[in-house]
């Protein structure tokens, strides 16, 4: 219980340094503290704390799917959320260019309802497996991640489609859209609610989920309710995901790679794993932003592209340093 505190304590002065420092620091330098002002509360602020949000989002999504499906490249968007969304917020986008509304926020929109299309969808597909044990270790993850693949190749043409029909003038910002775009914080409130929520929830189910990754079988003998666990598994995992897409685009790495360093760094305990991902979830987002921010200033890169190149060479060192 003294490492789970020091672990958690340590994450979260780190958490809060990040968005200290970058609330502070942007493409116009690093501003100090007496010098706050309108353009950090109305600009930056709002900006790293949606960074923050989305990192914790996608952190703990992947971590409960890793559970779910037993499977360690497993990440948020191994079921096709992330292409239903992008669908969505895409043709959103083309609509919005057509009838002369807003792009930004018709594309939040068409994300949220994509990604909702998406989960009623899969559940739809899925939902006899959820509700079976299955007869073998991994049998359970299987139903579930080759309907994930057909959602996820299907929203994929729509994408193409969408991207060949717009304007030229559009297909930048729909790119950038698709490599992760937290410029606006419109659906910042919803994110934080659900990160929120999801968080409580992990942690007062974290025993559950311990057991729940050495088995179905296993956690079942043992008292716990296998079939409504998984099935709230996913449905804390899916909305974490469509929350995380809506919000700021489709933002890859982050889900699989946190996780995966959080156990390889300090524990596999679902109680120190779960929250842990989502402190240093966010924190790598609001680091890799900044970085987005400011490394080329003043033209921004997509934060999506510096998760990727920061996040693979990190995860390879980690697992190379590793016992196993």
């Given at each position: 219980?003294?490492?789970?505190?020091?672990?958690?304590v340590s994450l979260s002065v780190l958490a809060v340094l990040v968005l200290a420092v970058s609330s502070l620091c942007g493409s116009t330098g690093c501003m100090p503290v007496p010098d706050v002002n309108e353009m950090?509360?109305?600009?930056?602020?709002?900006?790293?704390?949606?960074?923050?949000a989305v990192g914790g989002l996608l952190a703990l999504a992947g971590a409960l799917m890793q559970v779910l499906l037993r499977n360690p490249l497993a990440d948020p968007y191994v079921l096709g959320l992330s292409g239903g969304a992008a669908a969505g917020a895409l043709m959103a986008m083309l609509f919005a260019i057509h009838v002369g509304i807003s792009v930004q926020h018709s594309a939040g929109v068409?994300?949220?309802?994509?990604?909702a299309a998406t989960v009623l969808l899969l559940f739809g597909l899925a939902h006899r497996s959820l509700r079976h044990l299955p007869d073998t270790p991994f049998a359970a993850g299987h139903r579930l991640i080759l309907t994930g693949v057909m959602i996820a190749s299907g929203s994929g043409a729509?994408?193409?489609?969408?991207?060949?029909?717009?304007?030229d003038a559009q297909l930048r910002g729909m790119i950038f859209w698709l490599l992760g775009d937290l410029e606006g914080s419109a659906f910042l409130l919803p994110a934080w609610i659900v990160l929120t929520a999801g968080a409580v929830w992990s942690i007062l189910n974290a025993k559950s989920l311990n057991l729940l990754s050495r088995g179905e079988s296993f956690a079942q003998l043992l008292g716990v309710p296998v079939v409504r666990l998984?099935?709230?598994?996913?449905?804390?995992?899916?909305?974490a995901t469509a929350a995380a897409v809506t919000a700021a685009g489709t933002i890859g790495f982050v889900g699989l790679v946190v996780p995966h360093a959080i156990r390889l760094v300090f524990s596999n305990d679902q109680r120190i794993l779960l929250p842990a991902s989502v402190l240093a979830g966010g924190s790598f987002l609001t680091i890799a932003d900044l970085l987005a921010r400011t490394a080329v200033a003043p033209t921004q890169l997509p934060v999506g592209v510096i998760?990727?190149?920061?996040?693979?060479?990190?995860?390879?060192?980690?697992?190379s340093r590793s016992r196993a």
């Amino acid at each position: 219980m003294r490492r789970a505190i020091v672990i958690l304590v340590s994450l979260s002065v780190l958490a809060v340094l990040v968005l200290a420092v970058s609330s502070l620091c942007g493409s116009t330098g690093c501003m100090p503290v007496p010098d706050v002002n309108e353009m950090i509360w109305q600009l930056r602020a709002p900006r790293v704390l949606a960074a923050f949000a989305v990192g914790g989002l996608l952190a703990l999504a992947g971590a409960l799917m890793q559970v779910l499906l037993r499977n360690p490249l497993a990440d948020p968007y191994v079921l096709g959320l992330s292409g239903g969304a992008a669908a969505g917020a895409l043709m959103a986008m083309l609509f919005a260019i057509h009838v002369g509304i807003s792009v930004q926020h018709s594309a939040g929109v068409g994300a949220a309802l994509g990604a909702a299309a998406t989960v009623l969808l899969l559940f739809g597909l899925a939902h006899r497996s959820l509700r079976h044990l299955p007869d073998t270790p991994f049998a359970a993850g299987h139903r579930l991640i080759l309907t994930g693949v057909m959602i996820a190749s299907g929203s994929g043409a729509l994408v193409t489609l969408a991207l060949s029909l717009a304007p030229d003038a559009q297909l930048r910002g729909m790119i950038f859209w698709l490599l992760g775009d937290l410029e606006g914080s419109a659906f910042l409130l919803p994110a934080w609610i659900v990160l929120t929520a999801g968080a409580v929830w992990s942690i007062l189910n974290a025993k559950s989920l311990n057991l729940l990754s050495r088995g179905e079988s296993f956690a079942q003998l043992l008292g716990v309710p296998v079939v409504r666990l998984r099935i709230m598994v996913l449905c804390a995992a899916s909305l974490a995901t469509a929350a995380a897409v809506t919000a700021a685009g489709t933002i890859g790495f982050v889900g699989l790679v946190v996780p995966h360093a959080i156990r390889l760094v300090f524990s596999n305990d679902q109680r120190i794993l779960l929250p842990a991902s989502v402190l240093a979830g966010g924190s790598f987002l609001t680091i890799a932003d900044l970085l987005a921010r400011t490394a080329v200033a003043p033209t921004q890169l997509p934060v999506g592209v510096i998760t990727a190149l920061v996040g693979v060479p990190l995860f390879l060192w980690l697992l190379s340093r590793s016992r196993a």
